[in-house]
């Protein structure tokens, strides 16, 4: 819940705080991602670099189309709440298919 709530609010920063490329918020999401985990087991560090890899990627791609569709609100808003979920609903259908 916290993952979609910063990435949320990084969506709405890297719109309208500053001109910076969408690459280097994806870069501090994902920092800020494993320093809030605070939990990284060093049997499980490929896991979590992959984790972090795949994680990063979508956020670069969700921050480059949100300024792509910063034209109009609406369509922005959709994308913004719909991209923030995917990760949720796509988690639960894997959980789902390996039970």
């Given at each position: 819940m916290l993952q979609i709530l910063i990435l949320l609010i990084f969506g709405k920063l890297?719109?309208?705080?500053?001109?910076?490329?969408a690459w280097k918020w994806?870069?501090?999401y994902v920092l800020?991602?494993?320093?809030?985990?605070?939990?990284?087991?060093?049997?499980?560090?490929?896991?979590?670099?992959?984790?972090?890899?795949i994680l990063g990627l979508?956020?670069?791609g969700y921050f480059v189309l949100l300024r792509r569709v910063?034209?109009?609100?609406?369509?922005w808003?959709?994308?913004?709440l719909v991209g923030a979920?995917?990760?949720?609903?796509?988690?639960?259908?894997?959980?789902?298919d390996l039970t």
């Open positions: 890297q719109d309208s705080f500053d001109n910076y490329p994806a870069v501090g800020l991602n494993v320093i809030l985990s605070r939990v990284i087991d060093i049997s499980a560090l490929p896991v979590s670099i992959i984790s972090s890899a979508y956020a670069w910063s034209d109009s609100l609406l369509l808003l959709v994308i913004l979920l995917l990760p949720i609903v796509a988690a639960i259908n894997v959980v789902q």
